[in-house]
Structure formats: structure tokens, C-alpha cells
């Protein structure tokens, strides 16, 4: 099986790395790919951007791909699945339509209204004097969204009312995240305890992936700015078989059924954002079209199954309905990131003391060029250092071994990853 994976960042070397150990499998391309994807076996880098959707297409055609497997939100959102479908090829990952689950959050919000699917109160806004108007009538803490794609840095948390104000101006005046920030989603603030829940799906049947969660913070303690995750660790323990029961039939397939009633058959991974609180009340804070980063890292260090051939199945109308084969033991994600990011950030910085793998050590990369045998940075988000362990506490512990190995000058990364696993444990 020829495989295509689309994306550049660390979910897309995880999900060729674990590709790759499948006995079908005999060639992945990773377009465009990174340092890490060019160092796998079985592995090629193709310099196509991920957004290119006509020249990804004309790529699989000339290479008899078997599946493609898209990593990122654009091109789903740009309609790479339909493009795909037209030629006759096979893809993985939900239509143009159904892409906007991800790609506005106003039109999911509406969705989750008309499927009664629990969520936060919010509304919408072109207008930012109608936002701020509305926030002072309303108060705080609230949580104000761009409403389009933004690459996970489009969400505020405002627990102040000038917080708040900073928010909508930066994002309908002062237009920071472009398109994206057209329009924006003043919504309630939910407390309780977040979880990642991703599952595949072909349309009908419904495969859950391992419970996990992130860290999106940029500092420890979750504080400081949003950034697209920090860190990630599988499974999450707020996730009992209750919980998991209770959102598969208040969420995923609510979800799957009103896709497929409103004519918009979804296949592709699904990720649901769920706030759990003290009750074991849920509300869905964010849908994904994909797999989540840095999920996917600690997601694929626990898989035992084959993710091409479920992704092949899937597309072909076969999946089964099934339990994936899963490692008993908990996986955390350390990621490493460039001085100054989310914000302005320096690329060009070789990575000393890499590689440090065991087969309980993975070191993943996203924003890595690799040149001449040395590996520089490349992006914000440099590497996701992910270590499996009988906990989360030995999970963590052998995460930062390996992260306080690998140096480069200004990187940075929190020191508190799995904080909530590790309490529990005590």
C-alpha cells in the first residue's frame, strides 16, 4: 500500500511513523513533511504545501496513492476530499462541507444548537463596538473566539473586562488573524476539567480512539497566551467509561447523525473539545476535523493497530465496528518550542543531543529542517518529546529526561505536563 499524508507538523510524523510500521504498508510520502518524516524508513518529504490541493491531487494520481491521510484543518477546509473523491482517489478526512465544524466556529455552534448537543452560551460578532456593548452587559470571565481558522491562537480567555475589550479589538479592528477574525464568538466561560475526545468514522460506524489531553496554555500552571498545545498525554483519567459512554451518545453520534441528515456524510477523524465539570456535566467547547497536536503524538505512542488500513477502510465504506488494540501504559508529550512563540520567534537554531529514542522514547518533530546530517528549527512549535510509562508519573519523568538532553538556544517548554494525571496518582 502506497500511503500520502498531508501536513508538516508533529501529528503527521507521528502518523507516518506509525504507518510505516504496518506489514501493508511499502511506501508513505509526507507533503511537505519535516526533518523528522525525512529521517523515518519507508519515508519520503514531498515539497508540496499542504494547501496545495490541485497539486497534491495531480501527485496521487501520478503515484498510484492507495489512501491520503490529511493531517491539518486548511486543506480540509479548501476541499482537498472532494477533489480527491472526483478523481477517483481515496482520502481521508470530511468534505468542504462538513470541514466547517472546524473551519467556523459560528456555523458549529449553530449546528450544536440545532442537534441539541450541549455547549456554552455565546453570540456572534461582525461589529466591535456591538462585542464590547455586549461584554459590558454581560461581564466576566468569557471566552472570545475568531471565528474562523487561526492555527489555535484565535481564543481568549478573559477573566477582565479590558482582557476582553483587547480581545475583539485585536481581532475586528486591528485585524491580527485576517479572514479568520471577521467575525468573532463572544461565548460563556465553562469550568471544569477539558478532555480530547477523537474518533474515525466512515459515516455510519463510529471507532473511538484512546481518551487524551492537552495542554494549550503556554505556561505552566495554565496560564499565559493560547498557543496550538504544549503538551499532551493519553489517556486521560477524567475520562472514565461513564464519561466516555456519556459522550459518545451526548456528542459523537448526535454529530455523525445530524451530519449525515443535514447531507453532509462526515468521514474523517473527529475531534470534540469537552469540558467536564464537577458533575460529570458536558459541553463541547471546540470540534477539530482531524486529529489533534499534540494528541496524535501520544495517541500513536499507545496504537497497536494499523492506522493506514482503518483510514483505507474507512474511506471504502468498510470500517468496521471495532475496539482498536491499545498499550496499557499512559504516554506524555513534552513539546518544545522556539523562544517567543506563539509570538514572533527566531527559526535557523540547530537541535544538539538528537536523536534520544528508545522504544519507550520518541522524539517528534514539527518545526525541523534537516540539512547535511545537523537538524535546525524551522517553526514555533519545534518538537514533541513523548515517553511511554506504567503512569503517568513514570510517563513524565522519562518525558523530561529525554527534554533536558536536547538543547538549542532560546527554547523553551512547560515543566508541568500531565500535572492533573500525576495529582491524581498521588
Known amino acids: 500500500m502506497k500511503v500520502l499524508i498531508v501536513g508538516s507538523g508533529g501529528r503527521e510524523h507521528a502518523l507516518a511513523w506509525k504507518a510505516s510500521q504496518s506489514q501493508t504498508v511499502t511506501q508513505i510520502f509526507v507533503a511537505p513533511g519535516n526533518g523528522g518524516t525525512k529521517q523515518e524508513p519507508k519515508v519520503t518529504n514531498v515539497s508540496i504545501p ?6 497534491l491531487a495531480e501527485f496521487a494520481m501520478e503515484n498510484n496513492i492507495d489512501i491520503t491521510i490529511v493531517g491539518p ?17 481515496n482520502c481521508f ?16 455552534k449553530d449546528f450544536l444548537m440545532r442537534h441539541n448537543i450541549p455547549t456554552a452560551a455565546f453570540q456572534s460578532f461582525t461589529n466591535a463596538e456591538s462585542a464590547i456593548a455586549h461584554i459590558k452587559s454581560i461581564g466576566c470571565p468569557l471566552v472570545i473566539k475568531a471565528d474562523g481558522l487561526a492555527a489555535g491562537k484565535g481564543v481568549t480567555v478573559a477573566l477582565e473586562e479590558k482582557e476582553a475589550i483587547r480581545a475583539v479589538q485585536e481581532c475586528l479592528t486591528d485585524n491580527i488573524f ?27 460506524v463510529v471507532v473511538p480512539f484512546a481518551s487524551s489531553q492537552d495542554h494549550k496554555a503556554r505556561d505552566n500552571n495554565d496560564l499565559g497566551p493560547n498557543t496550538g498545545g504544549m503538551g499532551a498525554y493519553s489517556p486521560a483519567p477524567v475520562v472514565t467509561e461513564d464519561i466516555h459512554n456519556k459522550i459518545m451518545n451526548e456528542v459523537i453520534i448526535p454529530t455523525i447523525k445530524g451530519m449525515k441528515n443535514e447531507g453532509l456524510n462526515y468521514c474523517g477523524f473527529l ?32 496504537l497497536n493497530s494499523d492506522i493506514a488500513n482503518l483510514c483505507l477502510e474507512a474511506t471504502t465504506g468498510a470500517l468496521k465496528e471495532q475496539s482498536l488494540e491499545w498499550k496499557e501504559e499512559t504516554s506524555l508529550g513534552v513539546v518544545m518550542a522556539s523562544g517567543g512563540y506563539p509570538g514572533d520567534y527566531i527559526i535557523g537554531k540547530e537541535i544538539l543531543n538528537l536523536p534520544i529514542e528508545t522504544k519507550r522514547i520518541k522524539v517528534f518533530h514539527a518545526g525541523t529542517s534537516f540539512k547535511e546530517g545537523k537538524t535546525f528549527t524551522s517553526g514555533g512549535r519545534v518538537l514533541c518529546v513523548t515517553a511511554l510509562g506504567t503512569s503517568a508519573t513514570e510517563a513524565k519523568e522519562e518525558a523530561y529526561k529525554a527534554v533536558n538532553c536536547i538543547k538549542w538556544e532560546n527554547c523553551f517548554y512547560r515543566s508541568d505536563i500531565g500535572y492533573r494525571a500525576v495529582e491524581r496518582e498521588k
Open 178 to 204: 485576517g479572514r479568520a477574525g471577521k467575525k468573532l464568538i463572544v461565548e460563556e466561560f465553562l469550568e471544569g476539567e477539558e478532555a480530547s475526545f477523537i474518533v474515525m468514522t466512515d459515516g455510519e
Open 93 to 108: 478526512g470530511p468534505s468542504m462541507g462538513a470541514a466547517q465544524l472546524e473551519g467556523s466556529k459560528e456555523f458549529m
Open 50 to 55: 499542504s494547501n496545495n490541493v490541485d497539486e
Open 271 to 302: 475531534y470534540a473539545g469537552v469540558m467536564i465539570d464537577s458533575k460529570n456535566n458536558l459541553k463541547v467547547l471546540e470540534f477539530n476535523c482531524r486529529l489533534g497536536d499534540p494528541e496524535t503524538q501520544p495517541i500513536m505512542m499507545r
Open 73 to 89: 484543518e486548511d486543506p480540509l477546509v479548501l476541499g482537498i476530499t472532494d477533489k480527491f473523491k472526483s478523481l477517483g482517489l
